[in-house]
């Protein structure tokens, strides 16, 4: 599975942006999916995970209530709808995909890495 992640841009505090993770690959519905982020001089972080039929669904605190992660599995693709965003929602975010559990996926332990995307929210 390759994966391409892209949707990422510069925007105000209060706004929203959705990114978009495109899979390759036939096997993509059987992974779990997930979105991290990783902000300058700080370690990546989890951000929220989708099981591989979207029933399942995870998320930071730090972004709970202001993001949604969901999947169209018949378009290789998982999404992260983004509002609310604040300053510390800054970073580069990267889209991952795993076999393993929920918790593995969580720690960053993952089959597959996206390339990531520039998101930056000013103030």
């Known amino acids: 599975v390759q994966l391409q992640a892209s949707g990422g841009g510069l925007v105000q505090a209060g706004g929203s942006l959705r990114l978009s993770c495109q899979g390759s690959g036939r096997s993509f519905s059987a992974y779990r999916m997930g979105w991290f982020r990783q902000a300058p001089g700080k370690e990546r972080e989890f951000v929220a995970s989708?099981?591989?039929?979207?029933?399942?669904?995870h998320y930071a605190d730090c972004v709970k209530g202001r993001f949604t992660i969901s999947r169209d599995n018949a378009k290789n693709t998982v999404f992260l709808q983004m509002n609310t965003l604040k300053p510390e929602d800054t970073a580069v975010y990267y889209c991952?995909?795993?076999?393993?559990?929920?918790?593995?996926?969580?720690?960053?332990?993952?089959?597959?890495w996206g390339q990531g995307t520039q998101v930056t929210v000013s103030s």
């Open positions: 989708i099981n591989w039929i979207g029933n399942v669904i």
């Open positions: 991952a995909s795993g076999q393993g559990s929920q918790e593995a996926l969580r720690r960053g332990i993952v089959d597959y």
